[in-house]
């Protein structure tokens, strides 16, 4: 027996009853029309490599939005072997002593405003523990040595490549400047630096 259109049905809640009425035909084809969306959809954007709608799938677009970020970061100063060198102009040495000495980045509090070494090592000698490039020094900053006390950055602040390349500047800078009751050399550590 198929059931009425319209029929009423014996189900009962405080008085209200309702009508079995069939969904209209409209209204299941757009669901229907939805689910087959979707379906395309998700295999389009997030299974297939080359989609076939579209300029570019979930895979393509990140990877696209990533070398669009690594392109936009600034580049540290190389020479033409591809070696990080120290910038030599007044104003990015400036910047390095401010990132040095500045409120955010405390470098100062161990190695002492003028490098001379407190907790940290003096950094105006020619004896160095853990080298003394430009590179070396960009790697130790970047990577800090935590064991001892400092923190990638100096205090775990992110600095830019360019940020950190200034301070390194500052440091190279400072070379030979002889401050004052400097920290006294740990000859069984500390390397001369060539």
Not at 69 to 85: I, R
Not at 153 to 169: A, N, P
Request: aromatic share 10%; proline share 6%; with cysteine.
């Amino acid at each position: 027996m198929t059931p009425k259109r319209d029929e009423l049905l014996a189900h009962d809640a405080d008085g209200i009853r309702e009508f079995d009425n069939a969904l209209p035909r409209w209204w299941l084809y757009g669901f229907y029309f939805t689910i087959v969306f979707a379906v395309v959809y998700f295999a389009n954007y997030h299974v297939l490599s080359t989609p076939l709608v579209g300029k570019a799938g979930l895979v393509l677009e990140y990877a696209d939005d990533v070398a669009r970020a690594a392109a936009s970061q600034p580049k540290p100063s190389a020479d033409s072997t591809g070696t990080v060198v120290a910038l030599k102009d007044a104003h990015s040495i400036e910047e390095g002593r401010e990132i040095f000495e500045g409120p955010t980045n405390v470098c100062f509090s161990c190695h002492r405003a003028d490098l001379g070494g407190l907790v940290g090592p003096n950094l105006t000698d020619e004896y160095w523990l853990h080298g003394c490039s430009a590179a070396q020094l960009v790697a130790n900053v970047k990577t800090g040595f935590p064991v001892k006390g400092m923190l990638p950055f100096g205090t775990g602040q992110k600095l830019t490549d360019e940020e950190v390349l200034q301070v390194v500047s500052y440091v190279i800078s400072k070379r030979g400047s002889n401050p004052a009751n400097p920290k006294p050399i740990d000859t069984e550590r500390d390397q001369v630096c060539k």
